[in-house]
C-alpha cells in the first residue's frame, strides 16, 4: 500500500471529514449575494430597473454582514475569502455596469459599452488590489482605518445615482453625462484616495442605548422601503461630499506620526497599488479579509 492509496483508511478520513455548519453559514450567505447580482442583471434586461436596483441593494447589505457573521461564529476560511471576492466582482462590477448599458448606456453604442466595461474591470482591479495588500507591512497602523479608493458596494451604490435621479422625476441625464460619471465612479474606486472604512468604530452598543438602537435600525429600514430613491440619492451624494474629510483625515494622521517620528522618517502616503512581484504571492490571510463596506 503507498502512502497516497486510497483505501488507506486514514487518508479517507482525513479527505472526507465533515465540515462544521458555521464554516457553511457565510458561503451560504454570500451565495446568496450572487443570486442578488445575477438577478439583477436579468431584471434590468427585462426593463424591470426598479427591481434591479433593490437587488443590487439587498446584495450590499448581504456583503455587509457576511463577513460580520464569520468572525462572530468563527467561521473564517481561505475558500470564503476567495468567494467573497468573486461575489465582490459579480454584484458590485458586472451587475452595475450591465444595467447602467442596458438602462441608457446602449444609446452611446460602442462609447456606452466602453463605460461599462471600464467600471467592471475597475472594479476586478479594486477587488484584487486589496487583496494583495491585506498583509502589507509597510503599512501604517492608523491606515488600517482606511479603504485605499472607494470600496466596491459604495462604489455600486454611487454609481447608480442617474438612475436614482430618474425615478425621482428630475429628468434623466444626458447619456454623456452617465458615462462621463461612471468613469468618474471608476476612477475613485482605483485611484490611491485614503477613504474612512469606519472600522474603528466600537461595535459594541451600551445597555442603555440597546432599544433606541434598534428603533434607529427599524427606522431607517422603513424610510429606505418607503422613499427608496430619497434615501440612495442623499445617502450618494453626502458619500460623496464626505470623501475629502477621509483624505484630511488620513494627512492629519500621517502629520502627527510624523511629528512623534525621527526626521528622517517620511510621512506615509496611502497603501500603493501592488506590483507584478507582489501580485504573484498570496495574501498570507487564515480569515475572511475585511468586508467592503
Not at 425615478?167 to 482605483?190: E, K, N, Q, S
Request: hydrophobic letters at 50%; glycine letters at 6%.
Amino acid at each position: 500500500m503507498t502512502p497516497y492509496d486510497d483505501r488507506d483508511p486514514d487518508i479517507r478520513r482525513r479527505r472526507f471529514r465533515p465540515i462544521p455548519v458555521r464554516m457553511l453559514v457565510p458561503n451560504v450567505i454570500t451565495l446568496l449575494a450572487i443570486c442578488a447580482g445575477l438577478t439583477a442583471i436579468r431584471l434590468s434586461i427585462e426593463g424591470r430597473m426598479t427591481l434591479a436596483v433593490y437587488a443590487i441593494v439587498f446584495a450590499a447589505a448581504l456583503d455587509g454582514i457576511d463577513g460580520r457573521i464569520a468572525r462572530l461564529i468563527k467561521g473564517q476560511s481561505k475558500f470564503g475569502a476567495e468567494l467573497d471576492s468573486l461575489a465582490d466582482f459579480v454584484n458590485f462590477g458586472v451587475a452595475p455596469g450591465l444595467m447602467l448599458y442596458f438602462w441608457q448606456l446602449h444609446e452611446l453604442g460602442n462609447a456606452g459599452w466602453i463605460a461599462a466595461m471600464v467600471f467592471a474591470i475597475s472594479m476586478c482591479l479594486r477587488l484584487a488590489r486589496f487583496n494583495a495588500t491585506l498583509d502589507d507591512p509597510n503599512k501604517p497602523a492608523f491606515a488600517a482605518n482606511f479603504f485605499t479608493g472607494v470600496p466596491a458596494p459604495a462604489g455600486a451604490i454611487t454609481v447608480m445615482l442617474p438612475i436614482y435621479a430618474a425615478f425621482l422625476d428630475l429628468g434623466r441625464w444626458p447619456a454623456a453625462l452617465t458615462a462621463g460619471y461612471t468613469l468618474l465612479i471608476a476612477f475613485l474606486m482605483v485611484s490611491r484616495l485614503p477613504v474612512f472604512s469606519g472600522k474603528s468604530m466600537r461595535m459594541r452598543v451600551p445597555p442603555e442605548l440597546v432599544l433606541p438602537a434598534f428603533v434607529a435600525v427599524i427606522f431607517f429600514i422603513a424610510l429606505l422601503i418607503s422613499y427608496p430613491w430619497y434615501v440612495l440619492s442623499i445617502g450618494t451624494a453626502l458619500y460623496l461630499l464626505a470623501l475629502p474629510l477621509g483624505y484630511k483625515s488620513y494627512r492629519d494622521q500621517a502629520r502627527a506620526m510624523q511629528a512623534t517620528t525621527p526626521p528622517s522618517g517620511e510621512v506615509p502616503s496611502p497603501p500603493s497599488a501592488p506590483t507584478l512581484t507582489s501580485l504573484s504571492e498570496p495574501p498570507h490571510d487564515d480569515g475572511r479579509p475585511g468586508r467592503l463596506h
